[in-house]
């Protein structure tokens, strides 16, 4: 007890979040931990009045968490100001993976 084995991480923009830096530890993985982070964040950015939540991800079916893909400009328009997107136009480069949204309300 006492050890953190999980976290995640928000962004915010102005009536928006970027999800970030999911994680688990490996022995602790497989008990549920995982979605109820996600569904924190969700949670979180519901009860800041965000209309919708941000992520981009390498993998992963984020449907079953209310996500649907959406096209990076919508992220990268929607967010300007996260660390994550101004770190990815300072180097003039783009996430890889899938971009996702979720509509809060």
């Known amino acids: ?4 084995v999980g976290a995640i991480g928000l962004e915010h ?3 928006a979040s970027l999800l ?8 602790a993985r497989g008990g549920g931990l995982g979605r109820r982070l996600v569904m924190s964040a969700v949670e979180y950015a519901q009860g800041r009045g965000d209309r919708a939540i941000y992520m981009f991800s390498k993998g992963g079916d984020w449907g079953t968490f209310g996500f ?3 096209p990076l400009a ?3 328009g929607d967010v300007p100001d996260a660390p994550q997107v101004q770190a990815y136009r300072a180097r003039g480069d783009r996430p890889g993976g899938t971009t996702w949204m979720r509509t809060l309300g």
Do not use: S, Y
């Open 68 to 70: 649907q893909q959406v």
């Open 20 to 27: 970030r830096g999911a994680a688990v530890l490996p022995e």
């Open 1 to 4: 007890g006492g050890q953190p």
């Open 74 to 76: 919508v992220v990268m």
């Open 13 to 15: 923009g102005e009536g």
